[in-house]
């Protein structure tokens, strides 16, 4: 098993940047494709960007392309979130993944997860 924890999140306004990050341990980090997932309230957990074992592959949701940037250390075992210009509607819930299978944007693809960091963006 592999555990994930979050940190870095907390309020931006409107236009800010702010980077989160995932910490893992406990199984080789660089077997694991990594993903970032949100879930606003009252909502559905959603795929924001996904990276691969050794980071030259990345996936994201359209509403992100172009504004967040997805990155990983091996030899930190950590990943990143680097989110600019951000928009109100990215308050949430962010959630790191890891899954032994191939880049997904499915939640139910990713087997370990982490418990989530708050970040909230005012207008």
């Known amino acids: 098993q592999v555990q994930l924890v979050e940190s870095g999140g907390g309020l931006v306004q409107a236009g800010g940047s702010l980077r989160v990050s995932c910490a893992a341990s406990?199984?080789?980090?660089?077997?694991?494709?990594m993903g970032w997932f949100r879930q606003a309230p009252g909502k559905e957990r959603e795929f924001v960007a996904a990276i691969s074992w050794g980071g030259s592959r990345t996936d994201y949701t359209d509403s992100v392309k172009g504004r967040f940037t997805i990155s990983r250390d091996n030899a930190k075992n950590t990943q990143y979130l680097q989110m600019n210009s951000m928009k109100p509607e990215a308050t949430a819930d962010y959630y790191c993944?890891?899954?032994?299978?191939?880049?997904?944007?499915?939640?139910?693809?990713?087997?370990?997860w982490g418990q989530g960091t708050q970040v909230t963006v005012s207008s």
């Open positions: 993944a890891a899954t032994r299978a191939s880049m997904a944007r499915r939640v139910d693809a990713y087997a370990y």
């Open positions: 406990g199984r080789t980090f660089s077997n694991y494709v």
